[in-house]
């Protein structure tokens, strides 16, 4: 969790929430729902390979992401 707050602080961000999923798989994921705080998911499978800084690069990509899909949304939702 503290490794996805300095990402987000880095970007100038709110981090969005972060769950941890028991899942050997090596998976992640993000997301935005219009109205709904952006969420990443982290396999366990995934943490496990990983350094903490390949951790904290993981989520950066998916704050960038989630905030991305955000606007587009909001875009998308003023335009009708």
Do not use: W
Request: aromatic share 8%.
């Amino acid at each position: 969790h503290n490794l996805l707050t300095e990402a987000a602080q880095i970007l100038n961000l709110e981090a969005p929430d972060l769950y941890i999923r028991q899942n050997p798989t090596p998976n992640a994921y993000t997301l935005a729902m219009n109205g709904r705080k952006p969420f990443i998911v982290l396999h366990t499978g995934l943490v496990e390979l990983l350094t903490p800084v390949e951790i904290q690069v993981r989520p950066l990509f998916y704050c960038v992401i989630s905030a991305l899909v955000y606007l587009l949304a909001l875009c998308l939702d003023s335009s009708y």
